[in-house]
């Protein structure tokens, strides 16, 4: 401590002050920018009664976006949403193809050809009391 | 006669031989200029645009097609906004083959590269203010792309965003970025850039005994070349914003229904087309920000031309540099034509 001269500690705690004021700062920025102020995103939606869709039926729902898939085992559904970066496949022929990078899948999501890695997310159908359909996105 | 913030810029005389358009090719010099073309014009475009999801391309349509000379300003925005990053893009490169970098110019090459990453930001966030389904897609896989940075990824994309998907506190937040918070660190590079010229002894010359040339040019001379330099740049903006309107499309109306074309904006077709190879961080962020931190490195990296060399092009003792950057330079042209190719 003796070879530290008054000056080089004065502005040892000088730029220590400062570094930890800036740091604070800069957490604080980030916390305040954080906060949300519109409601999450809906995660269920209501498709009307499930009598709509009959066995067999392939029917896009643009919004969600989703394609709802009624086969002998029941309702399926698969999300649109390309699992590279987000952007919603186009049905082509029996396959969804992405327009953004060129992603390319099969009619049960599978990856045909990349960049994508992972196959379309399989999403959660149910038939309410009122015997609507409602697809879950979470 | 007491200097003025005009003689400040420009000391009384330089050297003839740097002042040629073939040398500095004019562009620091249209990049100011642009600057404050964009300024004049975005303040008047506040006066009509609205930065809400609904109203936002429709305040652009208006601007464009009812207010009188509407359409010349918003179009002067866009073309001098588009011509920035063409000329701030020839700047560097025209800095790098003379070797101009080289000490005591290495700070103020790297606020100059800081103003070009501001330039590329305001593109951006200018052109997402549209809020139409022409720049839906860019705005999903850009956003998305920060969801990809390990750990702090997350918190980044809420931050920019300000939700958990594209929507209102987007659109807010990008507003402020464009008029306020981009425009304001820009005009603090911009002036800090112009003041260290001046500072660093003006444009990269040898020392005055190496000068073969000695002739020199008065600053009335070289305020006359700017002029001129302005004027032109001036008849080329009105000339595309007269012919050629900056495009509007459909408001977006749902953030997840596909409409409109999926290219990404002209600046970033390099980096969609890398997309295309595979994984999103590692070509989407790390690349791209390696380049970065390669421009940034080369005034550290390779050796200061020889003295008798500065203020000419293509100096034979910084051969390096000059290929490391004609490579790069050769790399992303050559992504953004594939790139802008229609996808088969
Ligand atoms: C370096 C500076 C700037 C750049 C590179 C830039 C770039 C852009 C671009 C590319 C657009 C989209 C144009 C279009 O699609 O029509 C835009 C829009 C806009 N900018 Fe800027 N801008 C700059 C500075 C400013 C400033 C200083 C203001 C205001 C203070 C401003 C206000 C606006 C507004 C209100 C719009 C939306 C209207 C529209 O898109 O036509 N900009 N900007
Ligand atoms: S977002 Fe679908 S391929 Fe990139």
Redesign the pocket.
């Known amino acids: 401590m003796s070879d530290l001269s008054r000056r080089d500690f004065l502005k040892l705690t000088t730029t220590t002050l400062l570094t930890i004021s800036g740091a604070l700062g800069v957490g604080a920025l980030f916390r305040f920018l954080d906060y949300q102020t519109e409601p999450p995103a809906k995660t269920e939606f209501d498709l009307g009664p499930a009598a709509n869709y009959p066995i067999g039926s392939r029917s896009l729902v643009p919004d969600v976006p989703a394609f709802l898939i009624h086969s002998q085992n029941g309702f399926s559904a698969l999300s649109l949403v390309c699992t590279h970066l987000g952007c919603t496949v186009e049905q082509k022929g029996g396959e969804f193809a992405c327009p953004c990078h060129g992603s390319l899948y099969n009619a049960d999501g599978k990856v045909l050809r990349g960049p994508a890695q992972k196959p379309l997310r399989a999403l959660r159908v149910e038939v309410n009391s009122n015997g609507n359909l409602i697809l879950h996105t979470d | 006669m007491r200097p003025s913030f005009f003689h400040h810029l420009h000391p009384p005389t330089i050297p003839a031989k740097q002042s040629r358009w073939r040398y500095t090719l004019g562009a620091g010099g249209m990049a100011v200029f ?2 404050l073309v ?2 004049a ?3 008047l ?2 006066f009509y ?1 609205i930065p809400t999801p609904d109203q ?1 391309a429709r ?2 349509q208006t ?2 097609y009812l207010v009188p000379f509407g359409g010349l300003v ?2 002067i ?2 073309w ?3 011509l ?2 063409i000329v701030s893009a020839v700047h560097l490169v025209r800095v790098v083959f003379t070797g101009s970098y080289a000490p005591p110019r290495r700070f103020n090459y790297l606020l100059g590269l800081a103003l070009f990453i ?2 590329i930001l ?6 997402v ?2 809020w139409d389904q022409g720049i839906q897609w860019a705005l999903v896989v850009g956003t998305n792309l920060i969801k990809t940075i390990p750990l702090i990824g997350n918190l980044l994309y809420i931050v920019l965003t300000g939700g958990t998907q594209p929507g209102l506190p987007t659109l807010i937040r990008f ?1 402020a970025w ?3 918070g ?2 304001l660190g ?1 005009v603090i590079l911009g002036v800090w850039h112009i003041f260290r010229v001046r500072r660093d002894g003006g444009i990269a010359v040898p020392p005055p005994p190496l000068r073969v040339d000695k002739e020199r040019i008065t600053r009335k001379e070289l305020a006359r070349r700017e002029v001129l330099a302005m004027l032109m740049t001036g008849a080329a903006l009105i000339l595309f914003a007269a012919f050629i309107p ?3 499309a459909q408001p977006i109306s749902d953030i997840n229904v596909m409409a409109g074309d999926a290219k990404a904006p002209w600046f970033f077709l390099w980096v969609q087309q890398m997309l295309k190879w595979g994984d999103p961080f590692t070509w989407g962020v790390f690349v791209p920000l390696i380049v970065l931190a390669v421009l940034a490195l080369i005034p550290y990296i390779f050796p200061k031309p020889a003295d008798s060399e500065l203020g000419k092009w293509f100096p034979r003792s910084n051969r390096s540099a000059q290929i490391i950057l004609a490579v790069i330079a050769l790399l992303i042209i050559v992504l953004t034509i594939f790139g802008s190719l229609p996808a088969s």
Request: charged share 10%; net charge neutral.
């Open positions: 642009l600057l964009l300024g014009t975005g303040i475009e506040l645009y936002a305040s652009i601007i464009s918003r179009n925005h866009f001098a906004a588009q920035l990053l501001f330039a305001l593109d951006f966030t200018g052109y203010l549209r507003y464009h008029i306020f981009l425009t820009a900056a495009p509007i």
